[in-house]
């Protein structure tokens, strides 16, 4: 090397992949294997590639190329396939565009089924044979996450809800200090020194549990949930420990890590003895935890499990809470999660919510289970290096937010949230971001 050349040292990631070996790539295949069913295997054989796919996806949209379209990672996936569990895929190959699972292929797959989807099953909606594309990439990305291919950022996050208990690394000691100021703050606010932020109460109605996003960045969200259920009398407890709503394992694939996970919201219910597992306002979370762990676990579930908006809806309805719109003045749109929306089946409790809560609420344009995803699922956020990228494709949600004239923001989802945080500094559109519930307990009649 002279004095004029610069050293630039190589990826570590990068390197691994590089350095794989076939007893490696051959483990991949085989979990890829395990993971496909039949109706995986008849998926994988029915993609006419019509492209009707490609004005769905954010990321092309935005981006414009080909490796953004959903039938282009598709077909990465479908090319594997082919190639190692088809009779034409091993005999003839270049007639079915089998393709072979080298080191190459190895870091288009990374690149692709993690940093270009953000898993939110939109582009299944387009789909004029209804192939669950989602899901048939999610079963990719376990294959990977069982060689260690799981990008850094994701795979530290994944690491620090198992090591830890809780995705952000809080300490116990930081939990119950925070809980308790908290509670405080909630006497203070509504002059009554009776009002509670229980903490392992035993036989409570309902288990809340939380993003631990919630206690280290947003507390106040955690209040306003307080506030609703000390205003409508409920029975309702927090947890010390196994309160962690999240779960990455959904976005990593790796089904064991993420059953692992949701297991400890399962014991924390036998523990407590609680009745209802609710779900803080977390999509990702609620997808998990309400559809996808009964599957990992391979067990059913002995309680309920809701949503935080099923319930607060439950006391709007049962007349438990009043609510006074002209509290809130702003105008309001609603992002749609997709996990919770599209992906969970919760789509009109929110806007009840809304409707009650606020004076001017405006749709965004298309909305609930044609929402376009805002760029933040996926893992995406966590993935740093694929950060520019998400942040583009956030555009087509920035200009939907843009269209509506609103001046706040409600989405009921923690990742949502750091997500339009960020495309609304990067994208100026100057408007407020809130939780649903939030928007609830500001208008609060006591």
């Known amino acids: 090397m002279n004095e004029n050349e610069t050293y630039v040292s190589k990826d570590p990631f990068d390197e691994k992949i590089e350095q794989l070996s076939p007893a490696d790539r051959e483990k991949a295949l085989k979990v890829f294997a395990e993971k496909i069913n039949r109706e995986f295997a008849v998926y994988f054989n029915s993609c006419v590639h019509c492209g009707l796919c490609a004005d769905s996806c954010h990321y092309y949209l935005t981006h414009q190329d080909i490796q953004s379209l959903p039938a282009y990672k598709l077909g990465l996936v479908i090319g594997i396939f082919k190639k190692y569990f088809s009779f034409m895929g091993k005999n003839m190959p270049g007639w079915v565009g089998a393709k072979s699972f080298d080191n190459r292929m190895v870091k288009e797959w990374v690149d692709s089924l993690y940093g270009r989807c953000s898993l939110c099953g939109r582009c299944s909606l387009n789909c004029s044979i209804g192939i669950n594309i989602a899901a048939l990439i999610r079963a990719a990305r376990g294959a990977l996450a069982a060689i260690g291919l799981v990008p850094p950022g ?238 583009k494709a956030g555009g087509v949600k920035a200009e939907q937010i843009r269209k509506t004239g609103a001046k706040i923001v409600a989405t009921p989802c923690h990742n949502c949230i750091d997500q339009l945080m960020e495309l609304n500094k990067h994208y100026q559109l100057d408007v407020k971001i809130k939780t649903v519930c939030e928007l609830a307990a500001d208008a609060l009649v006591l």
């Open 154 to 391: 994701l795979q530290s996050t994944i690491e620090t809800a198992v090591e830890k208990g809780n995705n952000m690394g809080i300490k116990k000691d930081d939990w119950l200090e925070t809980a308790s100021w908290l509670e405080e703050e909630l006497q203070t606010e509504i002059a009554d020194p009776a009002a509670r932020i229980p903490m392992d109460q035993k036989d409570a109605r309902y288990f809340y549990t939380i993003n631990p996003r919630e206690a280290m960045f947003f507390p106040l969200s955690i209040s306003a949930v307080a506030k609703l259920f000390h205003a409508a009398g409920e029975s309702w407890t927090l947890a010390a420990d196994s309160y962690d709503v999240t779960n990455y394992g959904l976005y990593s694939g790796d089904d064991e890590t993420a059953g692992m996970l949701s297991d400890r919201l399962v014991q924390g219910m036998a523990k407590l003895g609680c009745k209802t597992l609710v779900l803080a306002e977390c999509g990702h979370g609620f997808k998990s935890n309400r559809w996808e762990a009964p599957e990992w676990l391979s067990k059913k579930y002995g309680f309920e499990v809701k949503s935080i908006l099923e319930v607060v809806a439950g006391f709007i309805r049962e007349g438990r809470i009043k609510l006074d719109p002209a509290k809130n003045q702003e105008p309001v749109t609603l992002h749609d999660p997709c996990n919770l929306v599209r992906m969970g089946g919760i789509i009109e409790e929110q806007r009840f919510i809304l409707r009650h809560a606020v004076s001017q609420f405006i749709e965004m344009i298309p909305n609930r289970e044609k929402n376009f995803c805002c760029g933040g699922g996926g893992g995406q956020l966590a993935m740093t290096q694929f950060s520019q990228r998400r942040l």
